[in-house]
């Protein structure tokens, strides 16, 4: 990921920490600010999404873009703030521990990106079974319209170590391969199988592997939802990664 994205990320972070010290009307007049930029850099992403990108570019754009909405829509959640601008048009909150939110779309064969933002929860498997719960109904939906569907995902988390006495935290990205969900499947059971399980393997397995990194936030899971033409024979909906989530030892 370039720095410019590093940086839009780390100045929201570090705006989100701060936040949770302020209070008073000071608190609120700073949560409208980084809201209003966190809003408008998010705008100026998919501006740039629209423009003529490599498959990695767009891809590296919307990380960048899920990560910034996650933590506006943190700040949000946490500092008990509700805004009335464009950044909350399309949130959904089924639960008071996660919420969905709809991206854009910039693949061809894709019909729909979403995350699912992590608010409170600090257990892998409780979040990812919050999740179920919105993956199930939303399957369901797009389904009865679209017919059969693949899915992939992609699970973030932020983990911390120490490498030659310096403190270092680094978000990590965990996938899993398309998975086809007909109108006959068994939404739940494949998810549960298929993702759940298969995501909590690899993040026990990276922990386990890799002596020294510990997760200290479930940030998001990201759900990609591709057309699928069985008449296509050979044809794959499968997007393949950016540079910069393989260079990060994507599991």
């Known amino acids: 990921m370039s720095d ?21 009307p000071c608190k609120d007049e700073a949560v409208n600010k980084w809201l209003e930029i966190g809003d408008r850099n998010i705008a100026s992403l998919n501006r740039q999404l629209r423009g003529s990108l490599s498959v990695g ?3 590296k754009i919307q990380s960048t873009i899920l990560i910034l909405k996650t933590l506006c829509e943190k700040i949000i959640y946490e500092q008990n703030y509700v805004q009335g601008g464009d950044l909350q048009h399309d949130v959904e909150r089924p639960s008071p521990s996660v919420v969905w939110r709809e991206e854009e779309n910039v693949f061809e064969l894709r019909i729909s990106t979403g995350s699912i933002v992590n608010l409170k929860h600090v257990n892998l498997r409780d979040f990812l079974n919050d999740a179920k719960v919105i993956l199930c109904e939303k399957f369901k939906q797009i389904i009865d319209n679209n017919g059969s569907i693949k899915v992939n995902f992609s699970l973030a988390c932020k983990f911390n170590n120490v490498k030659d006495g310096e ?11 398309n998975e086809l969900f007909m ?18 393997a690899k993040v026990e397995d990276f922990e386990e592997r890799d002596s020294g990194w510990s997760m200290v936030e479930i940030v998001h899971l990201q759900v990609n939802i591709n057309r699928y033409d069985p008449l296509a ?18 599991y």
């Open 167 to 177: 403190f270092i935290e680094e978000i990590k990205y965990f996938t899993t391969p």
């Open 233 to 250: 024979a050979g044809a794959s909906t499968f997007i393949p990664l950016p540079k910069f989530i393989q260079d990060r030892k994507q």
């Open 57 to 59: 570019e767009k891809m």
């Open 183 to 200: 109108p006959s499947s068994d939404i739940e059971g494949i998810i549960v199988k298929k993702v759940i399980d298969v995501l909590l």
């Open 4 to 24: 410019h994205y590093k940086d839009l990320i780390k100045m929201m972070e570090e705006a989100y920490v701060l936040l949770s010290s302020l209070s008073g």
